[in-house]
């Protein structure tokens, strides 16, 4: 029976993939055609969704942007055997934008059925969980240690040593969280993999739950992702139901369950400490540190608290070896990152790739420069909180050190590309309002400074005594950055900065008319 693939991820629905799997059924059924039909996740070529593939002893042809009113063109082309037509883009594996990737946390997205734990295990699932089981605790946070893999959610802390420091704190119970808040504009990683692999989070919090002495683990999710919910909810059923997750994982004897809790829409709650608090079920307010989660977190106990990414990447450094992933990377950024190219952009999609590639190359090679076919102005990397970037800095390579000397961060590895249209001074603008409504409200230069920041900004854009506002500004910036308690006040300067430092034409469009007289 022919296989035809049509992806259950929320990029490919959001753009009609289900009735595209309407149509497809219904006229398969009017031809008297017997297909298998597999729900996978997204490759991540997300200009191209809905992305039909259909499996062909030449491999998964692949058929892009399919409309409802293309199918009974598609079956007339005999698509069913991977029959030629306008909207084919061939073997998939064979397209560039996949070709040129190293994926290994990715590795199984949008290939498999992401609930199906046989097709899983037939795709190399389950054998990082099985070397940690036979390597014993110590040596597993060894390996992740090796791997220099460094926390995907933003700050970039060495996995393998918190991981330590959750093992070696002395607590009757320990636990695993992951961070699925992804509240970061142009992300959508961590969706990506939980809705096109959940078996891979699973099985990285087992053996990190395995490796620190949990026995329990919680998927903290933002309420914005629904369909993230139920795919996940799916997969944690199945995999209990196959002995993956329960009282004896794998008949291993080690006791392992994780639970799915949803946030309420709150950016802050991705803060870990603030995530923790509402994880207890109080309001999400950021906690001061010391002490950190790693020795008081959920419930007081030492945690784990760990983006989807870095969890979802353990079973193949497990799998692998630690040294196979340290082997890609530049400098003190090791493996691979999953970028998420968004924005104003041609090919916006994710694209894993080891870290070393230069902004310019992510940006015009990969991404192939703007949508609106306008030359690029910026580049906003590493979410809301992030630096923009401007095409005179594109040869800064993708990792965390480069990107620090320039003030920038890569955070969750998100680009927002923007191109010569865009008023920077708003965006700066933008920056200061988002932190406005984000603040927990918990510090003084968060929350207040930020609405001071909107007025200051909104009188530089009038015209109001331009200069001594932006000096007043860039002594506001600094109060936040080194004022605030936790990084959402102490990173929004940076949009602000960065969008004063490189386009201070934008601020001072109010006084250049009268200039140029
Ligand atoms: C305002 C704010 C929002 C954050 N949002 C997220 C988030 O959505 N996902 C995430 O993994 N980390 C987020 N972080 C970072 C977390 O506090 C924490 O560093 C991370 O979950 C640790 O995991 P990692 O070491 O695997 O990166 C945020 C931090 C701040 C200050
Ligand atoms: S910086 Fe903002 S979000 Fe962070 S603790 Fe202070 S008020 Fe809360």
Not at 26 to 32: I, L, P, Q, T
Not at 109 to 138: C, M, R, S, T, W
Not at 260 to 265: E, M, N, T
Not at 300 to 315: D, E
């Amino acid at each position: 029976m022919t296989k035809v693939y049509v992806p259950r991820d929320m990029a490919a629905l959001a753009v009609g993939a289900k009735r595209v799997l309407a149509a497809i059924e219904k006229e398969a059924a009017a031809r008297g055609e017997t297909i298998q039909i597999i729900r996978n996740g997204s490759r991540g070529l997300l200009w191209l969704e809905p992305l039909v593939e259909v499996e062909t002893p030449e491999g998964r042809i692949g058929y892009g942007n399919v409309k409802p009113s293309d199918v009974p063109s598609l079956f007339d082309a005999g698509f069913l055997k991977g029959g030629a037509h306008p909207l084919s883009i061939g073997k998939v594996e064979d397209h560039p934008y996949w070709a040129k990737q190293t994926r290994v946390t990715f590795e199984r997205v949008g290939i498999i059925d992401p609930v199906n734990l046989d097709d899983y295990v037939a795709h190399g699932g389950g054998q990082g969980l099985a070397k940690a089981f036979e390597i014993g605790p110590a040596k597993v946070i060894e390996e992740v240690t090796k791997s220099g893999l460094r926390g995907r959610g933003g700050a970039g802390f060495p996995a393998g040593i918190k991981w330590k420091t959750v093992a070696d704190a002395p607590a009757d119970r320990r636990y695993v969280v992951t961070n699925a808040d992804e509240g970061d504009s142009g992300t959508f990683a961590d969706r990506m993999v939980m809705e096109g692999d959940p078996f891979v989070l699973i099985e990285g919090m087992t053996i990190c739950g395995y490796a620190i002495g949990a026995s329990k683990g919680f998927i903290y999710l933002r309420a914005e992702y629904p369909q993230c919910a139920e795919v996940l909810t799916e997969a944690l059923e199945a995999a209990r139901k196959g002995g993956w997750l329960g009282p004896n994982v794998r008949g291993s004897g080690f006791a392992f369950d994780i639970e799915l809790r949803i946030g309420a829409g709150a950016y802050v709650c991705g803060e870990e400490t603030s995530l923790l608090e509402s994880l207890e079920g109080h309001r999400g307010i950021v906690r001061a540190k010391p002490p950190l989660p790693a020795h008081v977190g959920f419930m007081g106990r030492p945690t784990v608290v760990n983006n989807v990414l870095t969890l979802a990447t353990a079973p193949a450094i497990l799998a692998k070896g630690g040294e196979y992933y340290a082997s890609f990377g530049v400098g003190r950024s090791r493996g691979t990152m999953p970028l998420q190219i968004a924005g104003n952009v041609k090919f916006g999609g994710l694209y894993e790739t080891p870290f070393g590639l230069t902004l310019g190359e992510i940006v015009n090679d990969i991404g192939g420069g703007t949508l609106s076919g306008r030359p690029v102005r910026a580049v906003q990397c590493g979410g809301p909180l992030g630096a923009y970037v401007p095409p005179s800095l594109f040869d800064t390579p993708f990792d965390y050190e480069a990107f620090q000397k320039h003030d920038s961060l890569i955070g969750h590895g998100g680009l927002v590309v923007f191109d010569d249209t865009v008023d920077m001074a708003q965006m700066a603008r933008f920056g200061m309002e988002f932190c406005a409504i984000e603040s927990c409200g918990k510090c003084t230069p968060c929350r207040i400074g930020s609405t001071r920041g909107v007025e200051t900004i909104d009188k530089i854009v009038e015209g109001v005594d331009v200069e001594a506002n932006i000096e007043l500004l860039s002594d506001l910036c600094n109060t936040m950055k080194f004022g605030s308690l936790c990084a959402l006040g102490g990173f929004a300067p940076y949009p602000v900065e960065s969008a004063l430092r490189h386009y201070p034409e934008d601020f001072r469009k109010a006084t250049l008319p009268a200039a140029a007289e």
